[in-house]
């Protein structure tokens, strides 16, 4: 069996877009509903269906989350992605929080403060548990002036400057290793987003809602 949801067999080949167009409504709707009211009955799925199940969950980030949450079992192979996806949300998620607490130490020693956004901001409002929500990148917050230093401290945590945007400027670590795995995986490299605002160019005006974002003194 193949271990990508999308991959055909080596005999056969994928089945017209369609029927995978159908499949991926139709197991997304499902999953999202079980997300919200969660139901004790199996979903009667094809073998097709169950595999882009898991497409779903990774494009989602909820397989961490549908692994807590079902109440039912689905088949072994359903079940096992549930629990290795969790499991690696739960790895990733340590990897995450040594990087924050090196961040702070390196903003600390700097005399940068900053503020770190999205995922560790829930995060640490006790919006979910580690092992419910996968993080992709740290985003942080710094003042405009502290740009310089605080590229100083970043690249000094093992990091190296990437693309400039106008939202952010990338950070990718040095040394990375090439994992190829479908859905979270520990080793996948973390980045760093490093913004001097939050705002979004809307088609009439940019929303700027960086003063209402406090950084420590």
């Given at each position: 069996m193949s271990s990508h949801p999308l991959r055909p067999e080596p005999e056969g080949t994928l089945p017209p877009l369609g029927?995978?167009?159908?499949?991926?409504?139709?197991?997304?709707?499902?999953?999202a509903?079980?997300?919200?009211?969660?139901?004790?009955?199996?979903?009667?799925?094809?073998?097709?269906?169950?595999?882009?199940?898991?497409?779903?969950?990774v494009m989602q980030g909820t397989s961490a989350l549908l692994a807590n949450r079902l109440r039912w079992h689905g088949p072994a192979r359903w079940?096992?992605?549930?629990e290795a996806q969790k499991?690696?949300?739960q790895l990733r998620h340590s990897r995450i929080a040594d990087l924050l607490e090196r961040l702070d130490a390196g903003?600390?020693?700097?005399?940068?403060?900053?503020?770190?956004?999205k995922g560790a901001a829930l995060?640490?409002?006790?919006?979910?548990?580690?092992?419910?929500?996968?993080?992709?990148?740290v985003d942080l917050l710094i003042r405009p002036e502290d740009f310089e230093g605080a590229r100083r401290f970043i690249s000094a945590t093992g990091y190296e400057t990437g693309l400039l945007s106008d939202r952010h400027q990338l950070f990718e670590p040095v040394e990375r290793?090439?994992?190829?795995?479908?859905?979270?995986?520990?080793?996948?490299?973390?980045?760093?987003?490093?913004?001097?605002r939050i705002a979004e160019r809307l088609p009439i005006a940019t929303a700027d809602i960086t003063a209402s974002i406090r950084l420590p003194n």
């Open positions: 029927v995978l167009q159908a499949a991926l409504r139709k197991t997304t709707e499902l999953l509903r079980e997300l919200a009211v969660p139901s004790t009955q199996s979903p009667r799925w094809t073998e097709l269906e169950w595999r882009i199940a898991e497409a779903a969950a079940q096992q992605f549930l499991h690696q949300t903003g600390r020693a700097a005399g940068i403060p900053f503020v770190a956004l995060y640490r409002m006790g919006a979910y548990p580690r092992q419910d929500r996968p993080m992709g990148d290793s090439v994992t190829f795995s479908f859905g979270e995986h520990v080793n996948h490299p973390i980045k760093i987003d490093l913004h001097t």
